[in-house]
């Protein structure tokens, strides 16, 4: 529920392979069609400012308790 599965949404925003799967992995490239699917870049902007060090504070203070 951590890492790269919540980063990229369970698969929404990106391709999950399992980690030291070199054959998934290739196929996941080799399954990339660049031209027919338009990456969208404003969604993807939107989903990494979830990561932000204000936002990762802002969930320690509510887990602290903390009312900053």
Known sequence: SSGP??????????TLVPSENVEK???????????QKKIDKKLLIKRSKFFTIDQALNKFNKIL????
């Open 5 to 14: 599965r919540e980063i990229l949404d369970n698969g929404k925003y990106g």
């Open 25 to 35: 992995l290739s196929r996941a490239l080799r399954n990339i069609d660049f031209n």
């Open 65 to 68: 308790n903390l009312g900053v």
